[in-house]
């Protein structure tokens, strides 16, 4: 029998027809629907932020042929307005500051108690966990209302600050349909989000780093800040991009719980595309958002890489 | 021992935050008073206003359709991406089923409704179905990928070593180990579905309405503690659902987690 | 003709070569070991003969049909993993009955053979239970049972005593042994474990790099090792770096620096002049604190430098001239007696001629 020195064909590793026909049987149907669905309404939205208004609503056409031959009727206008008009500038700002405020407290918030799930023994941190989780089952809008109650001007919490800022002769407040009902909402809505890859992370530290700190002379604080800490990083990023970019984008925590004083980006977008219905405009500053959004996403991605790195 | 106890409070308040908003929404359907803010003695009237706001009842019906539909597709496409990413290591195809959880909703709900305008799409219940897909297909890619990568890879080398074709090897093997994934991804696909309300609001046109969209409009307009009995008797669904889950299928839940 | 034959296979992972024209031939009812050092392209070979993987070049032949391109389930031949890959989700008798189910064999044959072949390897009754109820032994014990229900032509088994702890290891070692006996079916085990693969084995094939560098009866590659990495990856071997000086037949001569001239045998052909390495394993090297050295011995002093006390055996690290250590063995047999040397004593080394291997650089 004679060697053949030539590459066999390879029934595994290489693409048959066969081969090929399952891969797409797999990865055709999912990239079809989001390309569909996702993909292209995006890559819309990026054209239309160029277009200008329709007359009746909606978009002029971004190009045309007519006996002139083509036109294309491109500008930049929407951006330089957001850029120009202190307006949208402001607006963006405050809901970076909100998004960033909203983690922070959340991190504040979620750290001790990812600690104590992760610290228990083991029987209890599902149960534990789970009672985290359980608020997190009802309805989204449900929990934004339950802050409409507590913080409702006939409600026992603003009927006693009144009271001493009444007696302190200061003029009533109205905690509801404000920046400060907006900020409760929305750490309220992303608390979980914290907490749960915080503790996915803390669970995995192993005990003995903490014991072999104390060993050498580490005490329970400086074992915090030196050991327990920068080991936490990872999910302290994690949970700090699941809070920050829906928080950035929130629309319905500022919309019920804001009023005007407490109103961020998503609103504006919202009357845009369905008050003022100018759709290039709300295009443009829902593309920016969306930028801002992937930015914090990459910088996250990013951080945690390096702390991947510096940390094993 | 003083800085455990800290410790210890710091979690406790945590908690509180987390369940006395909830508590006081289920407390305040049983408020006589027309304000939801207001206690005035208990009462089981909301209820029975509730039982008999048609509009509600077919907001929650449509709610559930739509998960239903949703959830189901999404298990189909996310199932086949997890598989596929892992199977050709891909790159785009990941990329493109995780984009939508670092969009923010505003985007999505707005892209898509421009979308379904300009191509004459009626908005209503098949939009909403439409866009629920396309976000729900991340949330079940991620929890069968996590499954799959948990999977001992020579589990189906050792199926065909023993005489499976690779079809046999998928259903004897790889299908009964991810099952639990899969039933996971799609629990959480129709939890996120019937949750939803920015995507919803915006893609489901002025004719359709869903549980939370009613629910917004009650907050927004007339707020009567008969949304407090909608949110309690939705949590207690919820809640229902999940310990029968957790009794029938406890290996389901922990894919979840 | 052999049962298994391997043609020139190589098997690259991009520029990494895992497998370089690997030339093989097993015979039927052989124990073969593949032994190296991780990443030197045993388990890609194993992975070849499985089916999991088709080589760049070369052929694989069984019974003399090529294989090469065959798909696992269509090669009588099946694998015992290192991580066993019992399915988690059926019973040790489904996971047991699998291949014969895959192979359509009737249901009521089904029953019966896997009740056999889990009394076989001492599991009978334990066939309603699910793999993670069974401990390390078990389960490898399983998936043996599974292997061999259906009679494969090879058997492969990669690294299978990796996980178990040294009593049970040793323990799972015999029954290997007796179990090929009994069954006579070709087995090829992978292995990096040297001590294994000299106990198992009828041959063994020292991969290197993704080569095959030495291939032989366990004692011929112990005793005689043809290259310097052989020799020091088998067991432990004194090495001593030196230029070949004069040759009468089989017998050569060293100079080896600080040492001066040491007499050594060489079982290749040897060119004057040539520099190689002077091997010579631990428990050829008398030790005492006097000799007398007999004809055809080589003779050298030195001072204990350091020792290691393993209860059956004490390994002395004794310094010659020039710093150079040399490692002695030494059997605790005497009655009564601890140790017969102390770090500092002068002691005297001698090993025959013929047990000085000359080996090429």
Redesign the interface.
């Known amino acids: 029998m004679s060697i053949s020195r030539g590459a066999p064909k390879r029934p595994f590793s290489s693409m048959t027809s066969r081969a090929r026909l399952a891969r797409w049987a797999l990865s055709g149907p999912p990239l079809t629907f989001l390309a569909i669905f996702f993909l292209i309404p995006t890559l819309i939205m990026a054209l239309a932020s160029f277009g200008w208004p329709g007359r009746e609503g909606g978009f002029s056409p971004l190009w045309y042929h007519d006996a002139a031959g083509w036109h294309f009727d491109f500008t930049l206008g929407n951006y330089r307005d957001i850029f120009t008009l202190r307006l949208f500038l402001v607006l963006y700002l405050r809901s970076l500051g909100y998004a960033l405020a909203t983690t922070g407290f959340c991190l504040v918030g979620a750290y001790p108690l990812s600690l104590v799930i992760a610290r228990a023994r083991v029987g209890y941190r599902n149960l534990l966990l789970l009672l985290v989780i359980v608020p997190f089952w009802s309805n989204f809008l449900i929990r934004i209302y339950a802050w409409m109650i507590i913080l409702g001007p006939q409600a026992a919490l603003s009927r006693g600050i009144n009271a001493v800022l009444g007696l302190c002769g200061i003029r009533a407040v109205n905690l509801l349909f404000s920046p400060f009902a907006v900020m409760m909402g929305l750490v309220y809505v992303s608390l979980p989000f914290m907490i749960l890859p915080l503790y996915a992370n803390l669970e995995k530290h192993d005990p003995a780093l903490l014991e072999a700190a104390r060993d050498l002379g580490a005490s329970a604080w400086s074992c915090f800040w030196r050991v327990t800490f920068p080991l936490s990083v990872p999910g302290v990023i994690a949970g700090a991009t699941l809070v920050f970019v829906p928080a950035l984008g929130a629309f319905a925590v500022p919309d019920i719980l804001g009023g005007t004083r407490g109103i961020m980006i998503g609103n504006v977008i919202e009357m845009e595309f369905l008050q003022a219905r100018d759709w290039p405009f709300g295009a443009a500053l829902s593309i920016i958002l969306t930028i801002l959004a992937l930015g914090a996403t990459g910088i996250a991605a990013w951080a945690a890489r390096r702390g991947i790195k510096a940390y094993g | 021992m003083a800085r455990r106890a800290a410790l210890y409070a710091a979690a406790l308040v945590a908690y509180a935050f987390l369940y006395v908003p909830l508590v006081i929404v289920v407390l305040f359907s049983f408020s006589a008073s027309h304000l939801g803010t207001r206690w005035a003695g208990f009462t089981l009237h909301w209820y029975r206003v509730l039982l008999h706001d048609a509009a509600m009842l077919h907001a929650a019906w449509n709610s559930v359709i739509i998960a239903l539909a949703a959830s189901l597709a999404a298990t189909v496409f996310g199932t086949l991406a997890a598989l596929a990413t892992r199977k050709y290591r891909l790159r785009f195809l990941p990329v493109l089923v995780l984009a939508p959880l670092s969009t923010p909703d505003i985007l999505q709900g707005v892209s898509l409704l421009v979308f379904f305008v300009l191509l004459n799409v009626t908005l209503g219940l098949k939009s909403v179905m439409l866009a629920h897909i396309s976000f729900c297909i991340a949330y079940v890619a991620i929890v069968v990928s996590s499954r799959l990568a948990g999977m001992d890879p020579s589990l189906v080398e050792a199926a065909r070593d023993l005489g499976a074709s690779p079809w046999k090897g998928f259903w004897l093997i790889t299908l009964p180990l991810l099952a639990p994934g899969i039933m996971a991804g799609g629990l959480l696909a129709f939890t996120m579905s019937i949750d939803d309300f920015v995507i919803t609001f915006f893609t489901a046109g002025a004719g359709t309405t869903t549980l939370p969209l009613r629910i917004y409009t009650m907050i927004k307009v007339a707020v009567t503690p008969e949304v407090n009995a909608v949110s309690t008797l939705l949590m207690a669904s919820t809640l229902v659902l999940v310990l029968s889950i957790s009794k029938l299928a406890p290996q389901a839940l922990k894919g979840m987690g | 003709m052999a049962l298994l034959e391997i ?2 296979a190589t098997r690259r992972f991009g520029h990494f070569v895992a497998v370089r024209e690997v030339s093989l031939e097993i015979e039927a009812g052989e124990f073969f070991t593949l032994l190296g050092p991780s990443g030197c392209g045993k388990t890609t070979l194993l992975r070849l003969i ?10 694989i ?1 069984l019974d ?1 049909c ?1 294989i ?2 065959t ?3 269509r090669r009588p ?3 015992i ?3 066993y ?1 019992l ?3 059926m019973t040790v008798a489904d996971n047991v009955a ?2 014969l189910r ?2 359509r064999v009737a249901h009521g044959e089904i029953r019966v053979r896997v009740a056999q072949a889990l009394r076989e390897v001492q599991l009978a009754g334990m066939g309603e239970r699910l793999p993670q109820e069974l401990s390390g032994g078990q389960k490898q014990r399983v998936a043996i049972a ?2 061999l229900i ?1 009679r494969p032509r090879v058997l492969l088994l990669d690294e299978p005593l990796a996980a178990l702890d040294l009593k049970l290891r040793e323990q799972m070692q015999l029954e290997l042994i007796t179990l090929q006996r009994l069954v006579g079916i070709t087995f090829v085990y992978v292995t990096h474990d040297q001590g294994e693969a000299l106990a198992l084995s009828h041959r063994i094939g020292v991969m290197n790099a993704g080569r095959i560098v030495q291939l032989g009866a366990p004692d011929a590659v112990y005793e005689f090792p043809q290259t310097r990495f052989v020799a020091d990856f088998i067991g432990t071997c004194n090495l001593l770096e030196g230029t070949v000086r004069r040759q009468t037949g089989a017998r050569l001569t060293l100079e080896v620096s600080g040492l001066g001239e040491l007499a050594a045998s060489a079982r290749t052909p040897v060119q004057v002049g040539e520099r190689g390495v002077l091997a010579v394993r631990p428990e050829k090297v008398r030790i005492a604190a006097q000799i007398v050295p007999a004809p055809g011995e080589v003779h050298l002093q030195g001072v204990i430098h350091d020792q290691l006390y393993l209860g059956d055996v004490t390994v002395y690290k004794v310094e010659l001239a020039g710093g150079r250590l040399l490692e002695a063995l030494l059997p605790n047999s005497a009655a009564g007696v601890v140790k017969f040397f102390e770090v500092g004593d002068h002691v005297d080394l001698a090993w025959r001629a013929e047990a000085a291997l000359f080996l090429h650089d």
Not at chain 3, 50 to 59: H, V
């Open positions: 043609r020139k499985a089916g999991f993987d088709t080589p760049d070049e070369g052929r032949l003399g090529d090469t391109l798909p696992p389930e031949v099946h694998t993993f290192q991580s890959a399915f988690p989700h699998f291949p895959m192979a599974r292997a259906d």
